[in-house]
């Protein structure tokens, strides 16, 4: 707790944390009403097996890196629409230039078209905390990244959180622990930016020390490896599409964005949107929205509220805090594959 207080700025925010923390448990009284697989049931390993370690009943999996590699996991079945999520805890103490990364994407079939939802979840020195980004792309609009930069109201490291991405045709909702920390809501001027083929689902841990940690300037120090994240309550609630035929062919989900449609991590309350605003108000630190600077005009999706365009420099970062550099370019979360993707930060 210490930690995560100084990074807000000394204990004189003590009094705030606790009503944020309140406020947040309030409003995820209750678990979202998901249904759980086991390893097995819906995954495959990705790279790195010997750094995949499976639990004896499958329930949950533990991601290492070390000096030699990742490692990651792949959905055996790509998905058109769905809600995806896990519990995860992440590495602890040293782990600058470590990102851990749960995603979809189906840049595997579609490699210059492809689309994507992400959690990115990003390293620091000892004694200073995880930062994580979101981000969107459709149809390869990686030069048009939509990402945005946070802060955690909890040590990470220290419990199992819940991470969940919502996709439907309308709208795309990011949730941590069922509080909606950002919503996308699907418009016409969006075109192919917004993700509309069917994706995969992905968990990876990886060296990105070019730029995860201050624009690069900390490195992965292996002295403190093996970093591991472990991963359980594992839920792939999609329809099942195969991406070929989805070209040629319109897929039926019909049945399945029905039964999608009437579950309560569909619906944002009040209560939730007015969490999501005090998320947003107190843990962003960059916003694409508000990058005049990359984007003189707003992308088609951006609500622009004065109230929270007001905190922000015409770099999209916070006036006070939000230190990080901007990185001009992200590899690839497999070793194995390395990507052009623009995504400045």
Request: hydrophobic fraction near 35%; glycine fraction near 8%; charged fraction near 25%.
């Amino acid at each position: 707790m210490d930690v995560w207080l100084r990074s807000y700025g000394g204990s004189n925010l003590l009094m705030l944390m606790l009503i944020i923390f309140g406020f947040f448990n309030s409003v995820a009284y209750a678990s979202f009403n998901v249904t759980t697989i086991r390893f097995n049931e819906g995954y495959s390993p990705l790279f790195g097996d010997g750094n995949l370690v499976r639990s004896p009943d499958g329930k949950s999996v533990r991601l290492l890196l070390d000096r030699f590699t990742g490692s990651g996991f792949i959905s055996s079945k790509m998905y058109k629409h769905g809600f995806f999520s896990a519990r995860i805890k992440l590495p602890s103490d040293y782990t600058a230039g470590i990102v851990v990364a749960f995603y979809t994407s189906n840049g595997d079939v579609f490699e210059k078209s492809h689309d994507e939802l992400d959690f990115e979840f990003l390293g620091n020195i000892e004694g200073k905390p995880w930062r994580f980004q979101t981000n969107l792309y459709g149809n390869g609009s990686t030069n048009r990244g939509r990402e945005e930069r946070y802060r955690l109201w909890f040590d990470p490291t220290k419990e199992f959180h819940q991470y969940g991405i919502l996709w439907t045709a309308h709208n795309v909702i990011f949730y941590i622990d069922e509080v909606p920390i950002r919503e996308v809501v699907r418009n016409e001027a969006m075109g192919g930016d917004y993700p509309t083929k069917p994706m995969s689902l992905y968990a990876t841990i990886w060296d990105a020390s070019n730029w995860a940690t201050s624009g690069g300037k900390y490195k992965v120090n292996y002295k403190y490896a093996p970093f591991v994240s472990e991963l359980k309550d594992l839920v792939l609630d999609g329809c099942a599409s195969d991406p070929i035929q989805e070209v040629l062919e319109a897929s039926d989900c019909t049945e399945h964005n029905a039964h999608l449609n009437v579950q309560d991590f569909v619906t944002v309350t009040p209560e939730r949107r007015a969490a999501m605003r005090n998320f947003r108000q107190h843990f962003m630190y960059y916003s694409y929205c508000y990058d005049i600077l990359r984007y003189p005009i707003p992308p088609p999706e951006c609500v622009i509220i004065p109230s929270e365009q007001r905190r922000f420099k015409d770099t999209g970062r916070l006036k006070f805090g939000g230190s990080h550099r901007r990185r001009s370019k992200r590899r690839g979360r497999n070793p194995s594959v390395s990507t052009d993707n623009q995504s400045s930060m």
